[in-house]
C-alpha cells in the first residue's frame, strides 16, 4: 500500500520554511527570490538532508520522518522548543489512539473541593479542548457574568470559542491581538498530541467557518503552549487591570487555570471589588 500522506506535516514545514529570512541565519541572498523566506535547497543544506528528501517531506509525498532529522530541520528553520516538539508530533509516527481518552470530562471531589476553596483567585477546571468543566464564582463574574454560572454542567463554555465569537468576552482583553495569536498558538499546540480527538476537530473545524479571524490565523501554523503570563483586562464593571496567570495539569487529567493579583496593588483591590456584589 502507498505510504499516506500527512498534509499537517507539509504544510508546517512550508510555513516555516517561508517566514524564516535568509539574513536571520546569515545566508547572504544572491539576486531576487520568487519565494518568501528560504529556499527548499537551503533548508535541506542547513539540516544535512538531500533536497529530494526534503521536497519530498514538504510536498506530503512521505508521511514521516525520523526524530533525528526532524530534528535537524527544526534547527535548520531556527524553530523554538515548543514549535520543534510539535514538529516531531505531526512528523513521526503517530500512536494508535487509546482505547480510553487520556483525561476525563468529569472532575473528582477533591478538584471540586479545590475550585471552591481559592476564593481570592479566579479559577476554573478545563480539558484539553478548552471545555469549562468547573469555575468559580470570582472566574465566572470575571470572564462570563452575563452566562448562567451552572453552565460547566450543561453545555459546556469553551474558553477558545468564547474569545472569538462572544464580544462581551472578547472586549475584556486590552491586547486582543495577541490574545487571539495565542489562543490559536495554543490549540495549535493541543492538536498536535490529540490528532485523532473528533470533538477537537470539530471545534477548530467550527471556529474556521464562524471566524475569518481565527481561519486567518490557523493557517499561520503559530505553535506555543501559553500557561504562564499577564493579561490585561478591561471590565465592564471595574476597569483595567492585570492578572498573572498559570496553568497547572492535574492527577485527574484535567487542568487547573489560575488568575491572580499582585498583593497589595490596584489590581488586586480591582478583583476584590470584581468579587463582591455589585448587582
Not at 535548520?76 to 487509546?98: F, N, Q, R, V, Y
Not at 495554543?186 to 476537530?201: E, S, T
Amino acid at each position: 500500500m502507498p505510504e499516506p500522506v500527512n498534509t499537517d506535516l507539509g504544510s508546517y514545514l512550508r510555513r516555516m520554511r517561508e517566514r524564516l529570512q535568509p539574513a536571520e541565519i546569515g545566508l547572504v541572498s544572491r539576486g531576487s527570490r520568487r519565494v518568501p523566506g528560504l529556499r527548499r535547497e537551503e533548508v535541506a543544506a542547513l539540516a544535512g538532508v538531500s533536497s529530494t528528501y526534503y521536497t519530498r517531506l514538504e510536498q506530503a509525498q512521505t508521511a514521516h520522518a525520523s526524530p533525528e532529522v526532524l530534528s535537524a530541520i527544526a534547527r535548520a528553520l531556527d524553530l523554538s522548543a515548543a514549535e520543534e516538539a510539535h514538529l516531531l508530533k505531526i512528523g513521526t509516527t503517530a500512536p494508535a489512539p487509546p482505547v480510553r481518552p487520556a483525561t476525563t470530562d468529569e472532575l473528582t471531589p477533591r478538584t471540586r473541593m479545590l475550585v471552591n476553596t481559592l476564593g481570592d483567585a479566579a479559577v476554573a477546571v478545563l480539558n484539553f479542548r478548552c471545555d469549562i468543566l468547573a469555575w468559580n464564582s470570582l472566574f465566572h463574574k470575571l470572564f462570563a457574568a452575563h452566562l448562567d454560572f451552572a453552565a460547566p454542567d450543561g453545555d459546556r463554555p469553551n474558553v477558545i470559542k468564547l474569545n472569538f465569537l462572544d464580544d462581551n468576552v472578547r472586549a475584556l482583553y486590552a491586547d486582543w491581538p495577541l490574545e487571539a495569536q495565542q489562543n490559536v498558538s495554543y490549540l495549535r499546540y493541543i492538536a498536535g498530541d490529540h490528532r485523532h480527538d473528533p470533538r477537537l476537530a470539530e471545534l477548530i473545524g467550527e471556529l474556521t467557518m464562524a471566524s475569518a479571524e481565527f481561519a486567518e490565523l490557523w493557517v499561520g501554523q503559530t505553535v506555543g503552549n501559553c500557561t504562564t503570563g499577564t493579561k490585561t483586562f478591561r471590565h465592564p464593571l471595574v476597569g483595567q487591570f492585570d492578572l498573572m496567570y498559570q496553568s497547572a495539569e492535574l492527577g485527574d487529567g484535567t487542568i487547573l487555570k489560575i488568575y491572580h493579583a499582585e498583593p497589595d496593588s490596584p489590581h488586586e483591590a480591582a478583583v476584590q471589588l470584581l468579587g463582591t456584589d455589585l448587582g
